[in-house]
């Protein structure tokens, strides 16, 4: 059965930080983060594959966010550092074959997680 279940969401202030948590099932070639504000399109902010060096980041988030993943308990994190109101948006999880950035690229998604940055 397929299940990806996001945590760790909240209010935070500007400059902040957050960790979010994705328990997957099962063990998926790529799972990513993405996020989608009030208004906008879902967006591509970080994946990761089965190896390290398969991990790429928006331009967006591109030194502040850290994607991670522990094998053992198959789980997706994503570190989030020096948050700014733009990062505001729910988090999603995703699970699917293909090493990409574009949300049409997978197919199994989580509930969301809601962050918010207030400044």
């Known amino acids: 059965q397929v299940q990806l279940v996001e945590s760790g969401g909240g209010l935070v202030q500007a400059g902040g930080s957050l960790r979010l948590s994705c328990a997957f099932t099962?063990?998926?070639?790529?799972v990513g983060w993405f996020r989608q504000a009030p208004g906008k399109n879902r967006e591509g902010v970080a994946y990761m594959g089965r190896v390290l060096s398969e991990r790429r980041y928006a331009d967006s988030v591109q030194g502040r966010f850290i994607v991670s993943k522990d094998k053992s308990k198959k789980t997706l994190y994503l570190e989030m550092n020096n948050l700014k109101p733009e990062d505001t948006a729910v988090y999603y999880c995703a699970a699917g074959p293909t090493l990409s950035l574009d949300p049409d690229a997978f197919g199994f998604w989580g509930q969301g997680t809601q962050v918010t940055v207030s400044s």
């Open positions: 099962p063990d998926f070639r790529v």
